[in-house]
């Protein structure tokens, strides 16, 4: 099985993703590596770190859909995680008769200053990525974090696939989305 998780940036996909692998022994791959490594070795693919998230996981897919596909032939288990990956995209897979397994994380309900907050109070040390960022700049990334949330619930709703909200309780969904991937 192909398990897909996929949510906005700080809504804690990489921490289930290493619970994942330390209790149920299933590896991972970050598609924020692909991510990356396309927007910094090849800008030629035209994939930017300026781009909003929609349009990241649109210009990352004709990528990250064969690489996914190594997985799916050459793999028994494993994770994939990110937030450069749709809920769209997620179903055309299904739809092609992959076995795929995925939720989405997000969080819709929250206002930029509380999620400001959160990201401030939880967070990964000197290895954070938000670590160096003022906090006039997140704010507006986190406005944009939440309008990615809200789309993909709507979207995860469109196409049937799960989505569990971190914004009231971080630990809850989480839990239900790990129980929902690993337990069913």
């Not at 804690?12 to 991510?35: H, M, N, Q």
């Not at 028994?76 to 179903?91: A, C, K, R």
């Not at 200053?113 to 906090?135: A, C, F, M, P």
């Not at 944009?144 to 809850?172: P, R, T, V």
Request: net charge negative.
């Amino acid at each position: 099985m192909i398990y897909i998780l996929g949510g906005a940036s700080r809504s804690g996909k990489t921490l289930l993703s290493r619970r994942a692998v330390s209790e149920k022994g299933i590896p991972y791959f970050p598609l924020d590596a692909l991510f990356g490594g396309l927007a910094n070795g090849a800008p030629q693919l035209g994939v930017a770190y300026d781009q909003s998230f929609i349009v990241r996981a649109e210009k990352t897919w004709p990528v990250a859909k064969p690489l996914l596909g190594f997985f799916f032939h050459e793999e028994h288990n494993f994770l994939i995680e990110g937030d450069t990956i749709l809920p769209s995209q997620v179903n055309e897979l299904i739809l092609e008769g992959n076995k795929v397994k995925s939720c989405f994380l997000g969080y819709s309900e929250l206002n930029k200053e509380e999620k400001l907050t959160l990201v401030r109070t939880y967070h990964q040390g000197e290895v954070d990525w938000t670590k160096n960022i003022s906090d006039d700049e997140m704010l507006k990334l986190i406005d944009e974090m939440i309008q990615f949330s809200k789309y993909l619930k709507e979207e995860c709703a469109n196409f049937g696939i799960q989505y569990f909200d971190i914004s009231h309780d971080f630990e809850k969904p989480r839990e239900q989305a790990f129980s929902y991937l690993f337990h069913d």
